[in-house]
């Protein structure tokens, strides 16, 4: 939980706070913590998640990062994974319809015609999992 103070988890796992610090600062150096975040339920606040999954042509030399970079600052797109083993690129949008979503798929499309081969989407109803460690 990312609220908790190192105090809680301290208390939490029968430690000290300063075991409890050291070892986060310790983890997060090494790089197995990345960081801490928030994360928020975009379907409370009105707006649904899509995933679309990108299936890409042979880009072109420095296409692929021109791509990522467009992405990366579209304020609709909320995670971008690479995938192997079929499409490509895993893409979440947070929209507030499904207009909202073919209109950024197809700003896609005309900005990228020949790296874009085909892509499908799937709606996410609900984050059944996290991986979000419970200390609980």
Do not use: C, W
């Amino acid at each position: 939980d990312v609220r908790a103070s190192v105090y809680d988890l301290a208390h939490k796992l029968n430690m000290t706070p300063a075991i409890v610090s050291y070892r986060l600062n310790k983890l997060s150096s090494l790089g197995v913590i990345e960081g801490f975040r928030t994360q928020i339920s975009h379907p409370l606040l009105g707006y649904q998640e899509i995933r679309a999954l990108f299936t890409l042509q042979s880009p072109t030399p420095g296409a692929y990062e021109i791509f990522m970079d467009y992405l990366k600052v579209n304020s609709n797109i909320v995670r971008i994974e690479k995938l192997v083993g079929g499409p490509e690129l895993d893409a979440v949008f947070v929209v507030g319809n499904f207009l909202e979503f073919e209109e950024q798929i197809q700003s896609l499309r005309a900005h990228f015609p020949s790296l874009i081969r085909d892509y499908s989407f799937v709606l996410v109803y609900e984050e059944a999992y996290s991986n979000n460690i419970a200390l609980n």
